[in-house]
């Protein structure tokens, strides 16, 4: 048992090496002079999404799904007994992959998705290839996750995001998904689909809980789910949900009489689910849709969690951490941007950075960030650990609902003309930031 530990510490350091090395390969001036940018691109994609899928195990089970008398759940991490947010070496060999992809695959896509409304699908594809949902999902799933990650899966969604909010929420919806299912999926549910999602290539997903009211309140649905005999008839509508005329699996949110809010899997071709279009102001590029459901007829098997009433509340919650590592995400790109712009542009013989409204406001936006991510990272440890994190989660909701659109709007008036203009990005991360002030469920750590 020991000799397997000592094998795979020294395969995640290999690997670790081996990402390092080839990043910074790939940023020599050389490799330009040399015309090998595209193959060391290549190697670098390549390596990243093999250092995603080996980084927690060496080798994972993969295979048919076992038939389990319980269902399979990750064990909380224990605690250190210290206030230590500082990521292990693991999780920053991930959030440094995640960031590499980012910058590679989503930046460069992300002004023609926004565009187009659409995710390109190579993109998609990338990401479904990093293997983000196996690092939750049990290995008797052909996953390779033994403990929860709620701030791994943080880290990682930030890293996306600064590379572009809109294209990470298409690519992670089928994660929520698949994170639902491993947290409160019972033995038949977990053997029906998790395999599915430990894949390169997921099934397309989405959790629907958003609906399309003035005051939405997630805890007073109007979408409503009736018992009939054995089974549930469910009708309401959903609003902003990625990618959901392609989905092939759907988790609902419904309100049941004497139950109160829950969660419904409904498979995507069942009878009396339909879409419509619905593009926003934002996340333009995660191909949002109206959800209709006209009397769907699904199985009792389909109430995700039975009747424990607390699960659709934590729900909640989780989901609302992955808005805030997005949010973290996008407004570290945005000061990254702004820094050099306010640096090199000039007005009256000077930097406008040597003005001192500038400057107090570019501070402004690297303190708010700071404490937007502290909030997040810590209500994600503490559900990592098993702790109640509805209050932390409470406060970090709060502050990167109103930081987020703050900076995104000091970021837009800091370029001043070229802040209104798509030539530059901080007008499509402004749109994307307000997404984060209402928008329930699509992702979850």
């Known amino acids: 048992m020991a000799s397997d530990d000592r094998r795979d510490d020294l395969a995640n350091k290999?690997?670790?090496?081996?990402?390092?090395?080839?990043?910074?390969?790939?940023?020599?001036?050389?490799?330009?002079?040399?015309?090998?940018?595209?193959?060391?691109?290549?190697?670098?994609?390549?390596?990243?999404?093999?250092?995603?899928?080996?980084?927690?195990?060496?080798?994972?089970?993969?295979?048919?799904?076992q038939k389990l008398v319980a269902p399979a759940r990750p064990?909380?991490?224990?605690?250190?007994g210290l206030f230590d947010l500082t990521p292990t070496d693991d999780?920053?060999?991930?959030?440094?992959?995640?960031?590499?992809?980012?910058?590679?695959q989503l930046r460069p896509a992300a002004l023609a998705a926004d565009s187009a409304c659409a995710a390109p699908?190579?993109?998609?594809?990338?990401?479904?290839?990093?293997?983000?949902?196996?690092?939750?999902?049990?290995?008797?799933?052909?996953?390779?996750?033994?403990?929860?990650?709620?701030?791994?899966?943080?880290?990682?969604?930030?890293?996306?995001?600064?590379?572009?909010?809109?294209?990470?929420?298409?690519?992670?919806?089928?994660?929520?998904?698949?994170?639902?299912l491993v947290l409160w999926g019972d033995p038949a549910q977990q053997a029906m689909y998790l395999p599915a999602f430990a894949g390169e290539k997921m099934p397309v997903a989405a959790l629907a809980i958003t609906e399309p009211h003035a005051l939405f309140d997630p805890l007073a649905l109007q979408t409503r789910a009736r018992k009939d005999g054995n089974d549930y008839i469910i009708s309401g509508v959903k609003a902003l949900v990625p990618r959901a005329d392609q989905a092939e699996l759907l988790i609902v949110a419904a309100t049941v009489e004497e139950l109160g809010p829950a969660l419904f899997?409904?498979?995507?071709?069942?009878?009396?689910?339909?879409?419509?279009?619905?593009?926003?102001?934002?996340?333009?590029?995660?191909?949002?849709?109206?959800?209709?459901?006209?009397?769907?007829?699904?199985?009792?098997?389909?109430?995700?969690?039975?009747?424990?009433?607390?699960?659709?509340?934590?729900?909640?919650r989780l989901s609302r951490l992955?808005?805030?590592?997005?949010?973290?995400?996008t407004a570290q790109a945005a000061l990254d941007y702004v820094i050099p712009y306010v640096n090199e542009r000039s007005a009256f013989g000077e930097?406008?950075?040597?003005?001192?409204?500038?400057?107090?406001?570019?501070?402004?936006i690297g303190i708010e960030l700071e404490g937007m991510r502290l909030a997040t990272w810590r209500a994600a440890s503490r559900a990592e650990q098993g702790l109640d994190f509805a209050h932390a989660t409470a406060l970090a909701r709060r502050l990167c609902a109103d930081k987020?659109?703050?900076?995104?709007?000091?970021?837009?008036?800091?370029?001043?003309?070229?802040?209104?203009?798509?030539?530059?990005?901080?007008?499509?991360?402004y749109r994307d930031l307000r997404a984060a002030a209402f928008m329930d469920g699509v992702v979850l750590v």
């Not at 064990?75 to 250190?80: F, G, L, T």
């Not at 983000?132 to 008797?140: F, M, V, Y």
Request: glycine letters at 12%; proline letters at 3%.
């Open 351 to 364: 930097p406008i950075s040597h003005r001192q409204s500038v400057a107090f406001t570019v501070a402004n």
């Open 265 to 316: 899997l409904i498979e995507g071709g069942r009878k009396g689910v339909s879409f419509s279009a619905e593009p926003a102001m934002g996340l333009r590029a995660a191909s949002t849709q109206r959800l209709h459901l006209d009397k769907v007829r699904v199985p009792k098997s389909a109430l995700l969690a039975g009747d424990d009433v607390m699960v659709y509340r934590e729900c909640l």
């Open 75 to 80: 064990e909380a991490s224990r605690s250190a």
């Open 404 to 429: 987020g659109m703050q900076i995104g709007s000091d970021a837009v008036q800091l370029l001043g003309g070229h802040g209104f203009i798509k030539e530059h990005p901080v007008e499509r991360w």
């Open 121 to 180: 699908a190579q993109v998609l594809e990338g990401i479904d290839s990093l293997g983000i949902a196996s690092l939750s999902i049990p290995e008797a799933f052909g996953g390779i996750g033994s403990a929860r990650s709620a701030v791994t899966h943080t880290l990682i969604y930030e890293a996306l995001a600064h590379g572009d909010m809109s294209l990470a929420v298409a690519g992670l919806a089928p994660t929520a998904v698949a994170h639902a």
């Open 322 to 329: 992955g808005w805030c590592a997005l949010v973290c995400g």
């Open 14 to 65: 290999a690997t670790r090496l081996g990402l390092r090395a080839v990043n910074r390969f790939a940023g020599l001036p050389i490799v330009d002079k040399l015309g090998l940018r595209k193959p060391a691109e290549k190697i670098l994609y390549e390596g990243t999404r093999l250092g995603f899928q080996g980084a927690s195990v060496l080798a994972r089970s993969v295979g048919k799904a």
């Open 91 to 104: 999780q920053q060999m991930l959030r440094e992959a995640a960031a590499d992809f980012a910058t590679e």
